[in-house]
């Protein structure tokens, strides 16, 4: 159990892993994630379902090499097994009577907006993916965008891969033009979402971000993923991933997401010299 059956690297630092776990594909949905851990002594992280096979028994997760855990993740291979891989968590995204949906994905969070893309778009819905990244070396899953979206509006920061410009250049296009939804949904870094949301908010479009804040438990006992949404308190784990945009006191979520940087990049430098010693 937990074996990994597949694992395939998208860019430089962005991996996918299909594992073996078929308790959690038999109730897995868009929006929901595991929390694993690479051994007995690891941390316990977590990581959004990016797509799942009922009937083969597997989840499918993708994964940036940011810290420790995710280098110690990236040095297993097809055939390992996870120590842990519990789920899913969460609350699924909201999908029912969608009728015309704006996808918004930025980076790595474009491996949580595709799974969602896909339910829409399997479901008759009408849906524009609005993917971005930083340079075309870093694309990820452009296929599956194009294959399971109605139109793909791809942006890149420097102009290498579609359009020059940031996802909300594309999004305030198509609705200047003319264009309304039902729902826009935006999933990326928090800066990226924080505009998303403002932008929105202004043309009065109800909008849903998905967040990752920092979490240990996974249940809402630890408080680590404590978010302010609404003037209330909530926890991405229970609570969320996905919350009312236009409510989410994002300043605050970009002040707690860096509380940790600098022990999580001394973190991933010893575990880098850790692991070219072994080689040696």
């Not at 860019?11 to 929006?31: D, F």
């Not at 980076?107 to 907006?113: L, M, N, P, Q, Y």
């Not at 778009?121 to 609005?130: R, S």
């Not at 791809?154 to 939804?181: C, H, P």
């Amino acid at each position: 159990m937990n074996t990994i059956l597949k694992k395939q690297s998208l860019n430089p630092t962005v991996t996918l892993m299909t594992v073996k776990a078929p308790l959690i594909a038999r109730k897995a949905e868009p929006g929901q994630f595991v929390i694993l851990r690479v051994d007995e002594n690891g941390e316990r992280i977590p990581l959004t379902v990016a797509d799942f096979d009922r009937e083969q028994g597997t989840i499918t997760i993708i994964y940036q090499i940011v810290g420790a855990t995710t280098k110690k993740l990236d040095q297993l291979r097809e055939g390992d097994s996870l120590h842990d891989f519990v789920g899913p968590l969460g609350r699924a995204t909201h999908t029912e009577g969608l009728k015309k949906v704006a996808v918004v994905g930025g980076g790595v969070g474009c491996a949580i907006a595709y799974p969602v893309t896909k339910k829409l778009f399997e479901q008759g819905a009408h849906v524009d993916a609005i993917v971005g990244f930083r340079s075309k070396d870093l694309v990820i899953l452009e296929d599956a965008f194009a294959a399971h979206s109605t139109r793909l509006f791809r942006m890149s920061d420097d102009g290498s891969w579609g359009e020059k410009g940031l996802v909300t250049n594309a999004l305030e296009k198509l609705i200047q033009s003319g264009e309304t939804y039902d729902e826009v949904i935006t999933i990326g870094p928090l800066v990226m979402m924080k505009f998303v949301c403002r932008l929105t908010k202004q043309y009065g479009i109800k909008t849903i971000a998905s967040m990752n804040p920092i979490m240990i438990d996974g249940t809402g006992m630890c408080g680590g993923c404590r978010l302010t949404v609404g003037g209330k308190t909530r926890f991405a784990c229970v609570d969320g991933p996905e919350f009312d945009g236009h409510e989410i006191d994002f300043d605050e979520a970009i002040a707690r997401g860096r509380t940790y940087a600098a022990f999580e990049r001394h973190a991933y430098e010893e575990a880098c010299s850790l692991f070219a010693k072994e080689v040696r």
